[in-house]
Nanobody
């Protein structure tokens, strides 16, 4: 079955950087759109970034644009989230998600469109 394993979270100070990784198995990775969502304490899970199965299209939440970069390595079956200039409001559990799509499908930002999820990795940013 599909398995997604996130890593790279931790405790950092405002202005620091982190790179999250999500290693996938049990799927033909190149046929999946990949995304990152996050959930802060007491809040709903929210979209952070997504990348098309082709790697050519990406999309970001307004709150992370110009600070975060999503990328993928199909040979390694891994998706990354480079997070720069972290802010306390970036604190939360970050989840990797995968969605099997045809090549022409648009890139979805909707949580409910992704049916494969990792267990999450904690990111804590102190001021």
């Amino acid at each position: 079955q599909v398995q997604l394993v996130e890593s790279g979270g931790g405790m950092v100070q405002a202005g620091d950087s982190l790179r999250l990784s999500c290693a996938a198995s049990g799927l033909t990775f190149s046929r999946y759109a990949m995304a990152w969502f996050r959930q802060a304490p007491g809040k709903e899970r929210e979209f952070v970034a997504a990348i098309h199965r082709s790697g050519r299209n990406t999309n970001y939440a307004d709150s992370v644009k110009s600070r975060f970069t999503i990328s993928r390595d199909d040979d390694k079956k891994t998706v990354y989230l480079q997070m720069n200039d972290l802010k306390p409001e970036d604190t939360g559990v970050y989840y990797c998600a995968a969605r099997h799509v045809i090549l022409s499908a648009p890139l979805s930002l909707q949580l409910t469109d992704y049916n494969n999820w990792g267990q999450g990795t904690q990111v804590t940013v102190s001021s």
